[in-house]
């Protein structure tokens, strides 16, 4: 497992040179920190770039850190969390951007890169 983790952070460093503004690894699974100015074209490469291919969407939330470590967080209050999955890499990432107003939290929406890589299976079970 880490050596896969360490295969991920590396093809990751060499895709985003210049736009991560965090990496870290917690529980088995990486989490990338990229600026709002940023978003859209690094969700855009995460998808294209052969070297990682998160072709799959799998979830997409909202964070409040106003609670966050019982009132001492000192960052911005909201984010967005994008979990991706590479179905060619068997890779997972989770990809946090913060918003950069704390008043109108407002970033970049991901519809545009999301609706070309995520493909509907319908499954119909077997009846007897």
């Not at 060499?14 to 978003?39: F, H, M, R, W």
């Not at 979830?59 to 001492?72: A, I, M, P």
């Not at 407002?106 to 890589?117: F, N, P």
């Amino acid at each position: 497992m880490a050596a896969k983790l360490e295969q991920l952070k590396g093809a990751l460093d060499s895709s985003l040179a210049g736009k991560i503004v965090s990496l870290s690894e917690s529980l088995g699974e990486l989490t990338l920190v990229v600026d709002a100015k940023d978003y859209s074209a690094t969700a855009r490469c995460l998808r294209d770039d052969p070297a990682v291919r998160f072709e799959e969407l799998v979830d997409l939330c909202g964070e409040d850190y106003s609670g966050f470590g019982e009132g001492r967080w000192g960052g911005r209050r909201f984010a967005v969390v994008s979990h991706l999955l590479s179905l060619v890499h068997n890779w997972r990432l989770r990809l946090r951007v913060f918003a950069p107003e704390d008043d109108f939290p407002v970033v970049d929406s991901l519809t545009a890169v999301a609706a070309h890589s995520h493909r509907l299976r319908l499954y119909r079970p077997s009846v007897p």
